[in-house]
């Protein structure tokens, strides 16, 4: 299957900073990425959807401001948490489709935690 | 609109005994059906998928799923369950008739396989 990397897989920061997560599609090129949310043994939580080019959509109660995605190609999406606080401590995973568009690919998933 | 349910938390097994990780579906027209796994601390990886033809389809690590759609299901089996399956599955829908290209997730079910 396809595969899709993301870095960092564990991150700390400090309240009030930012912290940038990357996601990219090692084989294949996708001209969307998804990113979740993913609290302790709860299902994904769709944040928004990132497409290459352009904006993104992102889910409602989802804050544009503090959750920033660039999709700057077709192999790389970022996610931005500015101004981190505690409670932006989770795991976030990012998926992209394979170019059948029919399968969705995850990455491993990054731990933020914010002191 | 489109909608999966797993209506079990936690599925407990003997190791070598068959396992069952249900999943039933809503969709306005046909639909495409995925069941992902996640060990601690990873991301979603993909196990398999039913897009169409058999409705039996075989996927990794000796898992297979069978496309009901008199039932709307997608149960998981595998014939013997190792220790190490012990995971989070889920299940994930997406309606191909008009509707989101966003597939849409299970809240999982984690299954424990006692040795």
């Known amino acids: 299957g396809a595969v899709v990397s993301q870095h960092p897989s564990r991150v700390i920061c400090k309240s009030g900073t930012s912290v940038k997560i990357e996601c990219r599609s090692l084989?294949?090129?996708?001209?969307?990425m998804f990113w979740y949310r993913q609290f302790p043994k709860q299902s994904l939580m769709l944040m928004a959807t990132?497409?290459?080019?352009?904006?993104?959509?992102?889910e409602q109660g989802v804050e544009k401001d503090k959750f920033l995605i660039n999709h700057a190609s077709l192999t790389l999406s970022t996610l931005t948490v500015t101004s981190a606080h505690p409670e932006d401590s989770s795991f976030y995973i990012c998926?992209?489709?394979?170019?059948?568009?029919?399968?969705?690919?995850f990455g491993e998933g990054s731990w933020l935690t914010v002191v | 609109a489109q909608s999966v349910a797993q209506p079990e938390d936690q599925v407990n097994v003997a190791e070598g005994n068959p396992l069952t990780v249900k999943c039933t579906y809503s969709?306005?027209?046909?639909?495409?059906l995925f069941w992902y796994v996640q060990y601690p601390n990873r991301g979603l990886q993909f196990l398999l998928k039913?897009?169409?033809?058999?409705?039996l389809v075989k996927g990794s690590y000796g898992f297979e799923a069978e496309f009901n759609k008199s039932q709307t299901s997608f149960h998981l089996k595998k014939p013997s369950a190792l220790v190490s399956d012990s995971a989070l599955y889920f299940c994930?829908?997406?309606?191909?008739?008009?509707?989101?290209?966003?597939?849409?997730f299970g809240r999982g079910t984690s299954l424990i396989v006692h040795p």
């Open positions: 990132s497409n290459e080019g352009s904006k993104a959509t992102y």
């Open positions: 998926s992209a489709g394979d170019s059948s568009g029919n399968t969705i690919y």
């Open positions: 969709v306005s027209g046909n639909p495409y």
């Open positions: 084989d294949f090129q996708a001209t969307t």
């Open positions: 039913y897009i169409t033809g058999d409705n």
């Open positions: 994930a829908v997406r309606d191909t008739s008009g509707g989101s290209y966003i597939p849409t």
